[in-house]
């Protein structure tokens, strides 16, 4: 990794065992996912789930794009459909020109629900991005509801919408920890996923995976052949530049922890998360929006509704800042924007140890603004993760 560090791995021909060990990951990952023909399909490394996002959602546009002109159909208004997505997703919208129709949280929900889609989908629909692993909750999106959904409109509507998984988070965890779960390749309008191996992929920073289920589902249009390095070299990616070191430390986790060695890293995470989460039920003025179970290994709360608290969330977050801890307060995405939520991601490296010692920070936070009630407290929203519209300061 270290004698990668300085080597450009887009290089393809002065460094070809990079490119090499690029793909034999993109295989591996691919066969993680179900892919039917993992050997087969394609994929690239990116510099993180954002690019990554950008070219799922570049594939589905051109997918769309040729089918309505092959039929002769207008391909000026693209849309896609999502429930409270990563800013990745509003940027591919703005940069992209496709229109992003993300759906309001209702009721109780915290992701996008199947009996949303046919309010929201239509012929200009390029497809239905599902999160593994909410950014706001850590909760799963039910991949399997929306694509049975999808395929129930295809029956009734004739609209068939594919689905791109961004797993930047759950793509690393799921296939370990949640090995039940339908949500990959197995599914087959799932065309194509993304994650950040900086994440639970557990390499360093930055790189991202993006892999189509098989190698008819990436439009050849998008696909570069760039000769002047030597070779004929085939490029599908935004960067161009970008060091060889995190694919080489990627594939090295791969092979070093293998099934075996993700699975005890996960489940370890799985572990701490749901016994924190268990703890925070146990304290009187917090109440659990996500508690560990079937998602991310996270937990999300708020303060508990329908009694006066004589302080915020935010206030809380101040708190615990003076013990060193950066615990976000922050909204729910529409229509739940009057929740106001912290969440603790835990990875690896987060032990018990540690996630204890935040228990009893953040019991002592509240137990200090319990005894001093906070007023006119200016404490609010520092981190909102990038969500575009203003934020509203609760004064
Ligand atoms: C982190 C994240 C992204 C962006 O990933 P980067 O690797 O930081 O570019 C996109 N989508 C989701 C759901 C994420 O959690």
Known sequence: MADSVDKNMIDKDEYPQTAEIENRCVHIIADLWHAPKSWDTVGCSTTGSSEACMLGGLAMKWRWKKKREAAGLPTDKPNFVCGPVQVCWKKFARYFDVEIREVPLRGDALGLQPSDLREYCDENTIGVVATLGVTFTGIYEPVADLAAELDAMQRDLGLDIPIHVDAASGGFVAPFVQKELDWDFAIERVKSINASGHKYGLAPLGVGWVVWRSR??????????????????????????????????????????????????????????????????????????????????????????????????????????????????????????????????????????????????????????????????????????GAISEVKVNA
């Not at 179970?293 to 302080?311: M, R």
């Open 216 to 385: 008819s589902d990436l439009p050849e249009d998008l696909i570069f052949y760039v000769d002047y390095l030597g070779g004929n070299m085939a490029t599908f990616a935004l960067n161009f530049s970008r060091p060889g070191g995190e694919i080489i430390a990627q594939y090295y986790n791969f092979l070093r922890l293998g099934r075996e060695g993700y699975t005890r890293i996960q489940q370890a995470c799985i572990d701490t998360g749901k016994w924190l989460a268990e703890e925070i039920r146990t304290i009187e003025s917090l109440e659990l929006v996500y508690d560990g179970n079937g998602g991310l290994p996270a937990v999300c709360y708020k303060l508990k509704e329908g009694k006066e608290h004589g302080f915020t969330l935010y206030d809380v977050s101040e708190r615990v800042r003076m013990r060193g801890w950066q615990i976000a307060s922050y909204p729910l995405p529409s229509d739940r924007q009057e929740v106001i939520v912290q969440r603790v991601l835990i990875r690896h490296g987060v032990s018990r140890d540690l996630i204890s010692l935040l228990l009893d920070d953040i019991k002592r936070a509240l137990e200090h603004l319990q005894r001093n009630p906070v007023q006119n407290s200016d404490a609010g929203p520092t981190f909102n993760h």
